[in-house]
């Protein structure tokens, strides 16, 4: 494995990318000491006061101070999200950045007011960006907060509604996840799809980007074939599209866990055609068993994982646990904030400097934020394969192309 220190955040051009690849050479400010703002520079003339004894857990010793909203001690799966979050935001810090930023996190127990007055706390106290909160709502409640005074947000909610200018998500979202199979899909020569989607939020979603996609990469018939998550539901669905399932040559199941396999079983029950269909996933099948027999020769798209396995490995013996994607967003956004300040000084958390169009490299591979706020993700395609996802198309390693 390469060492960990590549995994630094930098704007990559394509000049500047071909030489790093070529020659491998590391920049040394990749080490834990190099990160410092630099000394002749008096960041406290442009950056917010920070005032004493911040409200929150701080850690490191920076001179720009950084708040991360977290629901620590919500109900449910809130709270494990949020320790992932924290643990790879702290192995951040230590890695890149412990002179460089302060690091502050406040809980915001997994409510939207409660959010709201952390944010506006934060503000007080003197953070320059606010990275989370997870929840939409809460997302919501405290960029009311920090838009007012000029200060980013970028959250870890995956409801591309909330993002705005100055709102940016770094998430992964379901629109760019439909955007890479779809475009995929239709550049191997497949114009009929027929869709399994959820009769929620998340189905609606999936449906309006792919009507998009589709229309714009010559996909010339899409049927929509929603279902109620559950096995009468999702019998009477499958039943309902055999119709149109006769002339489709692609069958798009987005849902994870147990949801492709419960369907494509319905499918071979009503003895409905499999041989001539590419049965398509998403992101999301990173939950899935992929042993099922049924999946055999899928293909679905998935973040980058060249970096994460050196990560998994460091995180695994630091906490005892493998980690999870959130626990790589939690890194991502720390060295993203410490690059900012590294590379750009007083001028960091400009709209202009977040939104660079040649993107940044990090865990889950290469992202860059839309000006509506949203991220775009390299994502990789993976075909099923053996009962596992192998590599078909390797993510992209720079972005070569306009927005």
Known sequence: MNNYAQYQFFSISKLQFAFILMAGILLASCQTNGLNIDSGTDASQTTPRLTENPSGEVYGHGRIRVALLIPKTAPGNGAKVAQEILNGALMALEDFGQNTVQLVVKDTVGQPTTA??????????GASIILGPLFSESVSNASAMTQPVGRPIIAFSTDASIAKRGVYLLSFTPQDDVRRIISYAASQGKRSIIAFLPSNAYGAVVEGTLRQVAGRSGVEIVHIARYERSGEGIEAAVRDAAVFYENADTVY???????????????????????????????????????????????????????????????????????????????????????????????????????????????????????????????????????????????????????
């Open 116 to 125: 709201q007055t952390k944010a506006s706390e934060a503000v007080g106290e």
């Open 253 to 403: 199941i987005p849902e994870g866990g147990n949801v492709p396999s419960a369907i494509l079983g319905s499918i071979k029950r009503m003895r409905l055609p499999m041989a001539d269909k590419q049965i398509l996933g998403s992101g999301r099948w990173e939950s899935v068993k992929l042993g099922d027999r049924l999946l055999s020769g899928a293909i679905y798209p998935g973040r980058d994982i060249t970096k994460f396995d050196n990560f998994s490995a460091r995180y695994e013996v630091k906490y005892g646990v493998k980690p999870g994607v959130n626990a790589a967003l939690g890194h991502d956004a720390v060295t993203l904030t410490i690059e900012l300040v590294r590379n750009n000084r007083q001028r960091a958390f400009k709209a202009n400097i977040i939104e660079n169009a040649n993107g940044f490299a990090g865990i889950n591979g290469i992202f860059r934020f839309r000006k509506q706020g949203t991220a775009e993700r390299g994502l990789a395609i993976y075909r099923v394969t053996n009962g596992l996802g192998q590599l078909l198309v390797p993510a992209p390693t720079s972005f070569g192309f306009g927005r």
